[in-house]
């Protein structure tokens, strides 16, 4: 039995790996309910659009875009024009537009009214780091919904006005690179984490033209090895950190206590994360072919969701309401 608030009618969990498969779960039962086909090449990123009708996959050189409500087990949009991996996906709050980063070293904004390989904005690092393009490794939108921020290989934050097209750098720590950033639902902090293990935190302050400022809050040792993922809660007072020192760590996200460690013999690493509605529960995915879904306060497992036969790089959940 999934704790209560789990499971409705408008709750879905997509996982997505090396097998080159996509899979929908029934997450009451642990049940895969649907398979969808990724033959192409592994699934680097998922994200569920915020109407919940459409599943998006990134992975090499193809953003496809699938109908969650229809039988067909393939995609009905393929956005081109990527080069290399895709390996982060995002979506402005109405679905009016979706973000995509890759190892092109772009950043991309795409029209989903079209329907098409509408691309009428991009960045790219190359305004960093001279003439080389440096590959993109994640990105996130402010919940103003105008300001993208954009980690890299070579450790620089990029704050991108969508309005502007103007750009900030930052740098936590030179030559280390930006594995993953998050920004708290309530808009005062942002976390990013790198490959070292390490885990910084930023304050964000609005100004009166609605950029961001930010500035530095702390640094903690989060995990042994890189980390690959972190993500606030939906209330923000937690951050989950997934690592590639086979564990999931879950913090407060006032002092940085560590609150869980979420382990399992042979997990292998972890990839990815994402949060019930009510902050009560976190799934994972994991080379170890597993999704997971935990009990924050407790720190126990509470299923594990097998079928994939390789490792389970990237997972998206919904839960809420539309």
Not at 16 to 28: C, E, P, V
Not at 75 to 82: K, L
Not at 123 to 143: E, K, M, W, Y
Request: hydrophobic share 35%.
């Amino acid at each position: 039995m999934v704790p209560d608030g789990i499971e409705n009618d408008q709750v879905l969990l997509a996982t997505g790996g090396y097998d080159h498969l996509i899979k929908l779960w029934q997450t009451s039962t642990g049940i895969c309910h649907r398979t969808l086909q990724h033959a192409e090449s592994q699934v680097n990123a998922l994200e569920i659009t915020p109407d919940k009708k459409y599943l998006v996959t990134g992975s090499y050189q193809h953003i496809y875009l699938y109908e969650l409500m229809s039988n067909n087990p393939g995609a009905t949009v393929n956005y081109e024009g990527t080069s290399k991996n895709v390996t982060c996906l995002g979506f402005q709050e109405d679905g009016r537009w979706m973000f995509s980063g890759g190892e092109d070293g772009k950043a991309r904004i795409w029209d989903l009214r079209s329907k098409g390989n509408n691309c009428p904005k991009s960045f790219d690092t190359r305004q960093g780091s001279g003439t080389t393009l440096s590959p993109i490794n994640c990105a996130v939108l402010h919940p103003n919904q105008i300001e993208l921020f954009i980690g890299d290989q070579n450790g620089i934050i990029y704050r991108w006005d969508l309005r502007t097209d103007n750009n900030e750098q930052f740098i936590p720590e030179n030559d280390v690179m930006i594995l993953s950033i998050d920004i708290a639902p309530d808009k005062t902090q942002m976390a990013s984490v790198n490959n070292k293990g390490r885990a910084y935190i930023w304050s964000l302050t609005s100004g009166a033209d609605s950029s961001t400022s930010l500035k530095p809050k702390h640094k903690f040792e989060a995990h042994k090895r890189a980390v690959l993922k972190c993500k606030y809660s939906p209330d923000s007072k937690l951050l989950v950190t997934t690592s590639a020192d086979q564990t999931a760590k879950i913090w407060d996200s006032q002092d940085y206590n560590l609150q869980q460690e979420l382990t399992q013999d042979n997990q292998r690493w972890v990839w990815d994360a994402d949060w019930s509605a009510d902050s009560q529960f976190v799934f994972t995915c994991s080379s170890d072919n597993y999704a997971k879904l935990w009990n924050v306060n407790t720190g126990a497992l509470e299923r594990k969701f097998s079928g994939h036969q390789k490792a389970v790089t990237g997972l998206a959940f919904k839960d809420t309401l539309l």
